[in-house]
């Protein structure tokens, strides 16, 4: 099973029909996409609008609607997940692309979101979640690319590129210099 994941509000600026017509394209267009699943945690004024989308286009097996989680809770989401999703049209900066990349989920991050500053090569993907087939291909490369390492079977490792520590004692070294 490759799992994609959301977590946020179901709010208009979250894009997120735009993301069920993304992986409906890839369902339809790949063969192995039997084992691939959509995961959207949280809640919000689309949750019906969303769900109707969803089994309107044949993927109500595939996408599901747990509902929001915080805490231990929201980490065993993310340490389901082989990735992240970040759809924003606009978002400041997307606190949950560090949480993912903190439980090492590999994170695709719209070009509109702060936290696309995040995203290397080796832990995800900046794309134009605008842009209909930038976001396919993105989502497909995301779900073909999705397989553990053997290491990662049992723990992963966190894909954040900077440690908390690291910034400070950068911030520390600029202050302290003259």
């Known amino acids: 099973m490759k799992v994609g ?7 208009d600026v979250k894009n997120l ?5 993304a992986f409906r394209r890839v369902c339809e267009r790949n063969a192995a996409a039997a084992n691939y699943r959509l995961v959207l945690v949280g809640s919000g004024e689309q949750a019906s609008r969303l769900q109707a989308q969803a089994a309107a286009a044949g993927l ?3 996408v599901i609607f747990p509902g929001a989680f915080t805490g231990q809770d929201l980490w ?3 340490a389901t997940a082989d990735f992240l999703v970040l759809c924003s049209s606009s978002e400041a900066f997307g606190a ?7 439980g090492g989920c590999r994170a695709m991050v719209s070009t509109y979101a702060g936290a696309r500053e995040l995203i290397g090569r080796d832990n995800g993907k900046v794309f134009d979640a605008l842009n209909a087939e930038d976001f ?3 989502l497909q490369q995301a779900y073909a690319s999705a397989a553990p390492t053997p290491a990662e079977a049992f723990e992963r490792p966190s894909r ?3 440690s908390f520590t690291e910034r400070i004692e950068a911030l520390s070294r600029f202050l302290l210099s003259d």
């Not at 994941?5 to 709010?11: K, M, T």
């Open 5 to 11: 994941l959301f977590v946020g509000r179901f709010v």
């Open 17 to 21: 029909p735009a993301l069920l017509e």
């Open 60 to 62: 109500a097996d595939r």
């Open 76 to 78: 065993a989401w993310y």
């Open 96 to 102: 949950v692309v560090n949480e993912a990349l903190l």
């Open 136 to 138: 396919y291909t993105t």
């Open 160 to 162: 954040m590129p900077i």
